[in-house]
């Protein structure tokens, strides 16, 4: 059994496009989180949900909106998607917020945008 | 702001120990500092994390200096399977603060 899932796992798209990434977790934490990671793998947080309440939103393109329709998920939906978008998405959950608190990933969402 | 610095890569020989530096000077109080390693083609995975103590579990060892500006995560015999990219991590309830990563590569 899968700890955090995402789907799909590629997607290759068109510039202009919407689509949507998933994220499941199996794991009953309260916590999760959209990492964005580049080509020179950089990793950085894009959001965090607690309770399904958005807790860290940062400063991202507003074509970028996730949803969190219960504590288990955590979708992020991309408008008019561009070029720099292309990028591993990786979905993560943790118990709760607190800083001692383990992060558990997903196995990433590869984009790429045309 | 918060951030963290780390040596693009480092090499170590298989079976020997591996030292893996981070900086945070300007770590606050109640930050945690988290390690975690990314093989190829998947999602990071949990190391280790410490607040103020050294701390040792069984994948690696957290050494924190006295002052928390910076620590170093312990490998005490690395193999070819621990070749990854090692990132450190400054945690807080809304704060999540990504290293660069050192690319570590271990020759056989």
């Known amino acids: 059994d899968t700890a955090v899932s995402q789907t799909p796992k590629y997607l290759v798209t068109q510039m202009g496009n919407d689509k949507s990434i998933k994220c499941e977790q199996n794991?009953?934490?309260?916590?999760m989180y959209w990492y964005k990671q580049d080509s020179k793998k950089f990793l950085k947080i894009m959001f965090s949900?607690?309770?399904?309440?958005?807790?860290i939103n940062e400063t991202v393109p507003n074509r970028f909106s996730p949803k969190s329709p219960d504590k288990a998920h955590l979708n992020l939906h991309i408008n008019s998607l561009e070029l720099g978008d292309s990028a591993v998405y990786f979905c993560?959950?943790?118990?709760?917020?607190?800083?001692?608190?383990?992060?558990?990933f997903g196995p990433g969402t590869r984009l790429l945008v045309l | 702001d918060a951030k963290t610095t780390q040596p693009n890569s480092m090499e170590s020989n298989e079976e020997e120990p591996v030292h893996l530096p981070c900086n945070h000077s300007t770590i606050s109080g109640t930050d945690y500092i988290h390690w975690y390693r990314q093989l190829p083609s998947q999602g990071p995975e949990y190391v280790i994390h410490g607040l103020t103590s050294n701390v040792n579990n069984r994948m690696a060892s957290l050494a924190i200096a006295e002052d928390r500006k910076s620590s170093t995560l312990i490998l005490h015999r690395a193999t070819l399977r621990d070749a990854a990219v090692y990132y450190c991590i400054l945690r807080a309830p809304t704060l999540l603060i990504w290293g660069a990563g050192t690319k570590l590569i271990i020759k056989p």
């Open positions: 993560a959950s943790s118990h709760g917020l607190a800083g001692v608190e383990t992060q558990y």
């Open positions: 794991l009953g934490h309260d916590t």
């Open positions: 949900y607690n309770n399904k309440e958005l807790i």
